[in-house]
């Protein structure tokens, strides 16, 4: 099971950290990913991490502002999102990584960039 | 990292086959055999349904199948059902080790 948190409504330049915490898998051996979705639109992959953080991935999109990071020793995936834009207003979604798909999602957290 | 392309909307009657196409580039959908397809419930988490283009996970029904011929994949749904009716997106992993996702396809069940 996956449980994001963190979300809520942020001005725009403005900071904000997102956790998932996992349980009921072996976090440590798994890559993770985060996905958002603006409100009436698709899916956008924005970062994956691999399993033991030697491997960082991020869409352009976000490149240079969010940093994706975890703590096996919580069994926590972290996105710390910097600079927010209301293009940022989505829900977000963390999964846990499975070879190169996503076999397990939360239920995700929503974070609204707005003055 | 442009979206993969996929129809807007696709329907159907119960019973009948439709089909959702998604296309990439030889830099995503056609370079590798990692196609995914997700669905998606209105107000709920994204579901795999298909991975490495063609295999279900378990639990998955065997109506829906996946595949892919070039630059361009395909999700099938058989025998449609009321139940099947969502959002579809497919991803594809890319030379740049990350992940795209297409537009997305609604589902509806006429």
């Known amino acids: 099971q996956l449980v994001e948190s963190g979300g809520g409504v942020v001005q725009p330049g403005r900071s904000l950290r997102l956790s998932c915490a996992a349980s009921?898998?072996?976090?440590?051996?798994?890559?993770m990913h985060w996905v958002r979705q603006a409100p009436g639109k698709g899916l956008e992959w924005v970062a994956a991490i691999s399993y033991d953080a030697s491997d960082k991935y991020y869409a352009d999109s976000v490149k240079g502002r969010f940093t994706i990071s975890r703590d096996n020793s919580k069994n926590t995936l972290y996105l710390q999102m910097n600079s927010l834009t209301p293009e940022d207003t989505a829900v977000y979604y963390c999964?846990?990584?499975?070879?190169?798909?996503?076999?397990?999602w939360g239920k995700g957290t929503t974070v609204t960039v707005s003055s | 990292q442009s979206a993969l392309t996929q129809p807007a909307s696709v329907s159907g009657s119960p019973g009948q086959s439709i089909a959702i196409s998604c296309t990439g580039t030889s830099s995503d959908v056609g370079g590798y055999s990692y196609v995914s397809w997700y669905q998606q419930h209105p107000g709920k988490a994204p579901k795999l349904i298909i991975y490495?283009?063609?295999n279900r996970p378990s639990g998955v029904s065997d109506r829906f199948s996946g595949s892919k011929s070039g630059n361009t994949a395909s999700l099938t749904i058989s025998g449609l059902q009321a139940e099947d009716e969502a959002d579809y997106y497919c991803s594809s992993y890319t030379s740049s080790s990350t992940r795209v996702f297409g537009i997305g396809t609604r589902v509806t069940v006429l």
């Open positions: 999964a846990k990584d499975k070879g190169v798909y996503m076999d397990v």
């Open positions: 490495d283009v063609s």
């Open positions: 009921g898998i072996t976090f440590s051996s798994c890559g």
